[in-house]
């Protein structure tokens, strides 16, 4: 390592480190921060004491509104120490009626885009079909929002994104993920569970990360942006997305590109996560020179 | 869940669109066609059991790659071909399982397939199409997600072989430390837990709960009724705004999501606030 970058190193701030309520706090231009439906208006899950698991007084969701470069923002968090992020009817109605309000201003002809903070996996079970309608509401919202301003998923980690919550983070405009962040539908348990160890072995870390990690997800162009576990760049990278404003066209809706791709890949073996990163595209350079 | 046969699609397919087949070029795990409801010509899908499916985690009626975007496909297709002209009704017909559990469905990414496939039900739903939901069998977690959740109105048939969930008992129960009967209890105590469709139908998501007395043989007079409550769906649907603000101003919902209410109005009331 070079002298510059073990300083890099050492003198980075880890945005991983901080809570949810910080990441949002970090996120928005210094000074215009204003968490709305915080702890103190006590807004709880209702479904959890009754199953004798403890409710937090904001259901792990931090909702914070204020200015990214100067321009109208909302910032939705989630926690994923409490309850490993998991989206229930509260945190979940917070995140898409924020995004709600969003929209809203956007068609008030004030532009306001949306960072959501995706540390979750998934529906959370005690909530069980209220998380799920909560998810499919949220996605309703981001195809809502994303037609005037966009809407970034950051990824940073340590919980990643998986289950339901995955396919909100596949309607954003804008995907940023650390290295240490994963993103997928299904996490390797469950995998494991459903076809077996020889489908998908949760205990191998260095697979699981090949696979659903940030650098990948980046060089498989499924994720727009790879970040350092450092606040400053951090807040950086989505500075430049909201900037940057709305894609021509957002990754979900590229249906004949990726659908292209599945057909072009050998289903009869196992990839190697490496390796993969040239069959993905492979399809895409024939076309091209057609 | 051991009881999933997956001939539900077919079945209500048949009966609905008067066949059962793939489009040129899509897997055979996705039924496309069009055919006449009330005084429109609708499209109808459904995702189906393909045992010789590409993709091996993919045959048994789960929702993989090719069957999110082969309906993400069929669905803007519609969308391109009526641009200018009256939106045609979308009618997913749902009988999933899951979504496809894979290494290889991991790596290419099928939370990408299953969101373009939702994207497409969605945007059609904004671009003005009336899109229906029925659901005939199972309709679990991401499948749901991907064929069916992003509909203006669901129906679904009041019968045991129906249901809507998250995750199938047996892992659910192993994910929260419960054994499957300390689960089925709290299940039928809490109604977003339970695996019946009629605690379902009280959350307020529901446009309505129809009844036919064997699902998997319909007489005609039963699809006759079918028929007749898609379109009434679809009128229904066509006279209102084209967000799901109807599933949180349902009575079900002023019931049983008052904590969402709650959300909604302070978070609305704080969100004008001065700095």
């Known amino acids: 390592m070079s002298d510059q970058r073990y300083a890099n190193f050492i003198n980075r701030q880890s945005f991983i480190e901080l809570d949810a309520r910080e990441r949002a706090v970090a996120l928005l231009d210094e000074g215009t921060a204003r968490e709305l439906v915080g702890p103190f208006d006590r807004v709880e899950s209702p479904w959890l004491a009754i199953q004798d698991v403890t409710p937090q007084s904001d259901d792990g969701c931090v909702v914070m509104k204020g200015k990214i470069a100067g321009k109208a923002a909302v910032v939705v968090a989630l926690e994923g120490a409490f309850q490993g992020g998991s989206m229930g009817e509260v945190s979940g109605e917070k995140m898409t009626a924020a995004l709600d309000l969003a929209c809203a201003d956007n068609e008030k002809g004030i532009p306001t885009s949306a960072v959501i903070l995706l540390e979750t996996g998934g529906v959370r079970l005690q909530e069980a079909n209220l998380g799920l309608a909560a998810i499919a509401e949220l996605m309703a919202s981001i195809l809502a929002l994303r037609k005037h301003s966009p809407v970034i998923c950051l990824t940073a980690g340590t919980v990643g994104c998986f289950g339901g919550m995955a396919l909100a983070a596949g309607l954003a405009s804008y995907v940023v993920m650390t290295r240490e962040a994963r993103l997928g539908m299904n996490g390797p348990e469950v995998i494991e569970q459903e076809n077996g160890v020889e489908e998908f072995d949760s205990s191998d870390r260095a697979l699981i990360w090949a696979i659903h990690g940030g650098e990948q997800r980046f060089a498989t162009g499924l994720a727009d942006a790879l970040v350092e576990d450092d606040t400053p760049r951090v807040a950086e990278a989505i500075r430049k997305l909201v900037l940057q404003g709305v894609p021509p066209v957002h990754r979900s809706s590229q249906v004949t590109l990726y659908r292209k791709r599945i057909e072009n890949l050998d289903s009869s073996v196992q990839w190697d996560p490496k390796e993969f990163r040239s069959l993905w595209l492979k399809g895409d350079a024939k076309e091209e020179t057609v | ?113 299953a969101s373009a496939a939702a994207d497409a039900y969605g945007s059609a739903r904004l671009a003005g199409h009336p899109v229906i939901t029925l659901v005939v069998g199972q309709a679990f977690s991401g499948a749901f997600l991907t064929h069916g959740y992003q509909a203006n109105r669901i129906l679904a048939f009041d019968d045991d072989g129906v249901i809507i969930h998250a995750m199938h008992k047996e892992a659910a129960a192993r994910v929260t430390l419960r054994s499957v009967q300390e689960l089925e209890k709290l299940a039928r105590e809490i109604a977003p837990m339970s695996y019946d469709i009629r605690d379902y139908a009280k959350l307020g998501l529901l446009h309505k709960l129809l009844h036919v007395d064997n699902p998997e043989n319909p007489t005609q007079q039963e699809i006759h009724a079918v028929k007749g409550e898609l379109v009434s769906a679809i009128e229904d649907a066509r006279n209102s705004p084209v967000d799901l603000r109807n599933r949180l101003e349902s009575k079900g919902a002023l019931e049983m999501r008052k904590a969402s209410l709650r959300v909604r109005s302070l978070l609305a009331e704080q969100w004008l606030a001065e700095q």
Not at chain 2, 66 to 89: F, H, M, Q, S
């Open chain 2, 1 to 113: 869940m051991s009881d999933f046969t997956g001939v539900r699609g077919t079945v209500w397919f048949r009966a609905l669109a008067g066949q059962a087949s793939p489009m040129p070029g899509d897997p055979k795990s996705v039924l496309t066609a069009d055919a006449p409801l009330g005084n429109d010509q609708a499209r109808f899908l459904c995702v189906v059991p393909d045992p010789h499916a590409r993709f091996p985690c993919a045959r048994h009626g789960e929702v993989g790659l090719e069957e999110g975007y082969a309906l993400a496909t069929r669905v803007r297709e519609i969308i391109e071909l009526d641009k200018n002209t009256t939106k045609r009704p979308i009618v997913a017909i749902v009988d999933v399982k899951s979504q496809a559990y894979g290494r290889r469905e991991e790596t290419a990414a099928i939370f990408l397939a």
